[in-house]
């Protein structure tokens, strides 16, 4: 190879090499430019992620937080253990902090929940750390309509029943001749079915405030009834019964309208009563409307 040849290669090879200094120099600081944006979008895709999953996670716990909450009101309990119980739920779910407020009458409970938590990317622009906060509502009212009912029936009290003291839910008048307050779902006013719609509650169906029930003429004093109520005496489990606030026909005739549903824990019964303490209970799946609160209640998330 020639000297002049040499001298060509040498400068070729020396120009390929200031160019390719020249280009990771300019690499580099495109990269310095545009790390910036980068880490944004990491920023928002990963921080933006974590909070909605912490958005979720507080909305939870105030949801948990009042439906429990309204739940232990509706029961009677005191604000002081409403608080507890809201307290320990929003605990449990990982929130920092909250406010609880009662409304409408104190039927309804407010959770606000509160988060802070750590960011992964966010920091490196000035948000180490984020809030997130969600707010709950529940309600508690008397229900429009109830299933698993005794087959009796007790008129609706004015001014209300008192919780905790005994009443006589079955008497010897009803306001109609022959009929002393039980009550038929199928039409059949015999003392077997009377019996046996004692023992599985679950014959009732679903009834409405309005609908109109069948009285059962007699005082059906035979031993399958009476077992019956026995047996509910000795449980102690509370049971639920229709209301009535009018009354029509007579004899085998009788109907009567139902305005409201009440719990009771039967206490003794004699030849032609039964006497029974007035209680609060909780269920699900009746409607809530503006019905009459005989302590018979569902609980729902408003908010």
Not at 173 to 186: I, L, R, S
Not at 205 to 221: H, R, S
Request: glycine residues 10%; aromatic residues 10%.
């Amino acid at each position: 190879m020639t000297s002049k040849l040499k001298k060509g290669v040498f400068r070729i090879q020396q120009l390929i090499a200031r160019l390719s200094t020249q280009e990771q120099g300019a690499t580099l600081i495109f990269v310095a430019l545009t790390l910036p944006v980068l880490l944004g979008f990491a920023a928002l895709a990963i921080d933006g992620s974590n909070i909605y999953a912490q958005q979720r996670q507080i909305q939870t716990a105030a949801d948990a937080a009042a439906l429990a909450g309204a739940q232990v009101l509706a029961l009677g309990s005191s604000t002081a253990q409403v608080q507890s119980t809201v307290q320990n739920l929003i605990s449990l779910n990982g929130a920092d902090s909250y406010t609880l407020s009662y409304l409408n009458g104190n039927t309804e409970v407010q959770v606000t929940a509160v988060q802070s938590f750590a960011t992964f990317f966010a920091g490196i622009v000035g948000y180490e750390t984020l809030r997130v906060q969600a707010t709950a509502k529940a309600h508690f009212a008397g229900v429009a309509s109830a299933g698993n009912l005794l087959p009796m029936i007790i008129e609706c009290a004015n001014p209300w029943f008192t919780y905790g003291v005994e009443y006589e839910i079955f008497d010897g008048d009803k306001n109609a001749p022959g009929n002393f307050g039980w009550v038929t779902w199928n039409g059949s006013p015999s003392a077997n079915t009377l019996a046996n719609n004692l023992n599985n509650p679950s014959n009732s169906g679903e009834w409405n405030i309005g609908d109109w029930v069948d009285g059962a003429t007699g005082q059906m004093n035979s031993s399958g009834v009476r077992n019956a109520l026995d047996n509910w005496i000795a449980s102690g489990t509370a049971v639920t019964i229709p209301l009535y606030d009018i009354v029509a026909g007579n004899g085998s005739n009788t109907r009567y309208k139902i305005c409201g549903f009440a719990e009771f824990i039967l206490t003794r019964r004699g030849n032609k009563s039964v006497h029974g303490k007035f209680q609060r209970s909780l269920t699900r799946g009746g409607s809530v409307g503006t019905a009459p609160d005989y302590g018979v209640r569902d609980v729902r998330i408003t908010q």
